[in-house]
């Protein structure tokens, strides 16, 4: 989202209806706001507040005509970005098959710059191309890409277990282990941190913690 429409979501949600009306017009001078589902469903909102303030003498039916097509512009937009990603999640997959990887991470990376006129996270498809890039070879990549998905909420314990990893890999067992605490504590029951868990604890000599895990493991998967 821009930072104009995602400032008025804010505003409008904490009731400033107002000052989301002021600020609607000058907004929309920006062509990519009005390719936004957000910029629709906030104009749509505004319009349709501005007609139930009016009396019943005041009261048009056929002002309910544009709050309509605001609504439904934003439904295309969405609807498309949809459909859209759905494709080109298929074209991507057909790609990794036959381990054409550059081909896989430009659809998926079309696929996020979509993802911006919508609501829907951008995260998973960051993830893939972390997954994509591990695979083949560019590690940095990889590295940026699972930071993004940490930083961003993104619902997957795997971009811990990637940049755990990683750090391990790199020597910084104390940053490793920070981040280990961080996942468990976000993902409590994660059958992967658990099993990394008990293997760390393993090769460190701590049969205690390793004992620890597998009772925690035992107890989320039976």
């Known amino acids: 989202q821009t930072p104009e429409l995602t400032k008025?979501?804010?505003?409008?949600?904490?009731?400033?209806?107002?000052?989301?009306?002021?600020?609607?017009?000058?907004?929309?001078?920006?062509?990519?706001?009005?390719?936004?589902?957000?910029?629709?469903?906030?104009?749509?909102?505004?319009?349709?507040?501005?007609?139930?303030?009016?009396?019943?003498?005041?009261?048009?039916?056929?002002?309910?005509?544009?709050?309509?097509?605001?609504?439904?512009?934003?439904?295309?937009?969405?609807?498309?970005i949809e459909l859209t990603t759905y494709e080109l999640s298929k074209s991507a997959d057909a790609y990794f098959k036959k381990e054409e990887f550059d081909n896989v991470i430009t659809i998926y990376e079309s696929a996020i710059s979509l993802l911006r006129y919508s609501y829907y996270p951008d995260t998973l498809f960051h993830y893939n191309i972390a997954v994509v890039c591990d695979i083949a070879g560019d590690k940095v990549k990889a590295k940026n890409k699972n930071e993004y998905c940490v930083e961003n909420d993104c619902d997957r314990a795997d971009s811990y277990l990637a940049l755990i990893n990683w750090l391990k890999e790199e020597g910084k067992n104390e940053e490793a282990g920070n981040m280990v605490n961080e996942a468990q504590k976000k993902y409590p029951g994660n059958s992967s941190l658990l099993l990394y868990s008990i293997n760390n604890a393993i090769e460190s000599g701590d049969s205690k913690a390793a004992l620890k895990y597998c009772l925690l493991a035992l107890k989320g998967d039976p």
């Not at 989301?20 to 390719?35: A, D, G, M």
């Open 8 to 80: 008025l979501r804010d505003l409008f949600n904490d009731g400033k209806h107002e000052k989301v009306k002021e600020q609607l017009f000058e907004v929309s001078n920006n062509p990519t706001n009005r390719k936004h589902y957000l910029y629709w469903v906030l104009k749509g909102s505004i319009d349709l507040q501005s007609i139930a303030a009016k009396s019943s003498k005041e009261f048009d039916p056929n002002d309910l005509e544009s709050v309509y097509e605001d609504f439904e512009k934003a439904i295309k937009i969405s609807n498309y």
